[in-house]
């Protein structure tokens, strides 16, 4: 069982940075892939980034591609996504997620099976 919790959401101009980072409980994250999804206000939740459980296999929606970059740090069994240049469309709830099929693979297709409760990113034009 992993309980993940994200933090580093906030407001910020179009054009700036924010990293959010997500904290998993339990000494099974390091085998665990780990990603971060998104939903805007009236949309459905979509994919964004995700990470094999060694960072050799890294996923990014076209979207966010040369903006965003996922990361881990197994030790600290923590996850982060670096946004630069962040536009008005990237306005979202952001929600980690891990999953115990390591690859990544399926939790780019359709989401693992933890999840986090949620940070707000506001991005103002």
């Known amino acids: 069982q992993v309980q993940l919790v994200e933090s580093g959401g906030g407001q910020v101009q179009a054009g700036g940075s924010l990293r959010l980072s997500c904290a998993a409980s339990?000494?099974?994250?390091?085998?665990?892939?780990a990603g971060w999804f998104r939903q805007a206000p009236g949309k459905e939740r979509e994919f964004v980034a995700a990470?094999?459980?060694?960072?050799?296999?890294?996923y990014y929606a076209d979207s966010v591609k040369g903006r965003f970059t996922i990361s881990r740090d197994n030790a600290k069994r923590t996850a982060y996504l670096q946004m630069n240049s962040l536009k008005p469309e990237d306005t979202a709830v952001y929600y980690c997620?891990?999953?115990?099929?390591?690859?990544?693979?399926?939790?780019?297709?359709?989401?693992?099976?933890?999840w986090g409760q949620g940070t707000q990113v506001t991005v103002s034009s």
């Open positions: 997620n891990a999953d115990t099929k390591g690859t990544g693979v399926i939790l780019s297709q359709r989401g693992g099976d933890y």
């Open positions: 990470i094999s459980w060694n960072g050799n296999r890294i």
């Open positions: 339990g000494r099974t994250f390091s085998s665990y892939a």
